[in-house]
T-cell receptor, first 115, second 109 residues
Framework: NAGVTQTPKFQVLKTGQSMTLQCAQD?????MSWYRQDPGMGLRLIHY???????DQGEVPNGYNVSRSTTEDFPLRLLSAAPSQTSVYFC??????????????FGPGTRLLVL | GIQVEQSPPDLILQEGANSTLRCNFS?????LQWFHQNPWGQLINLFY???GTKQNGRLSATTVATERYSLLYISSSQTTDSGVYFC???????????FGKGTKLTVNP
């Protein structure tokens, strides 16, 4: 199993550009989430999904869109990048079955710089 | 929303020393996890521990849910233990964790 994969690893954008961060998992997990990590802030939840076709907002959703058309993929879209979106982005997945440990598996991260 | 506070924010140890990291949370939770973020940025789950005690090698964790805190113990620390340790909680499932700001651990040889 590859686990959770993210592409790209690093991206530089200009203010106003759009882009999509890709996330895929091969563990058949129902839950998938996007977090951003800023210095001194820990990780904060952007959007999450409990299954294909179902998404919801987290703590910091503004400026980001998501969709979940398949169980495996959960892309994060920046519609019009702003310098405040400079951050490291992590995708995570976990199983819906309680009692199994509900371990969240994290991807390696995407480092985004918005100029 | 629920608040998660970790202490200490920074910890410097000599190799072989023991340490205790603390996580306080402001409300009851269904889910509590400890993560280690290594110096290369990778996040690894250490424990899923909403209550009770678990051990894995030199690491162990205890959560006292009624008093809303969790402790992570690291014994005989090694340089490879360096990194940031995060506590994360959820009042529902595991799809929307709330993270503390972390404890940065540096283990010197």
């Amino acid at each position: 199993n590859a686990g959770v994969t993210q592409t790209p690893k690093f991206q530089v954008l200009k203010t106003g550009q759009s882009m999509t961060l890709q996330c895929a998992q091969d563990m058949n997990h129902e839950y998938m989430s996007w977090y951003r990590q800023d210095p001194g802030m820990g990780l904060r939840l952007i959007h999450y999904s409990v299954g294909a076709g179902i998404t919801d907002q987290g703590e910091v959703p503004n400026g980001y869109n998501v969709s979940r058309s398949t169980t495996e993929d959960f892309p994060l879209r920046l519609l019009s990048a702003a310098p405040s979106q400079t951050s490291v982005y992590f995708c995570a997945s976990s199983s819906i079955h309680r009692g199994s440990g509900e371990t969240q598996y994290f991807g390696p991260g995407t480092r985004l710089l918005v100029l | 929303g629920i608040q998660v506070e970790q202490s200490p924010p920074d910890l410097i140890l000599q190799e072989g020393a023991n340490s205790t990291l603390r996580c306080n949370f402001s409300d009851s939770v269904n889910n509590l996890q400890w993560f280690h973020q290594n110096p290369w940025g990778q996040l690894i789950n250490l424990f899923y521990i909403p209550s009770g005690t678990k051990q894995n090698g030199r690491l162990s964790a205890t959560t006292v849910a009624t008093e809303r805190y969790s402790l992570l113990y690291i014994s005989s620390s090694q340089t490879t233990d360096s990194g940031v340790y995060f506590c994360a909680v959820d009042q529902g499932g595991s799809e929307k964790l709330v993270f503390g700001k972390g404890t940065k651990l540096t283990v010197n040889p």
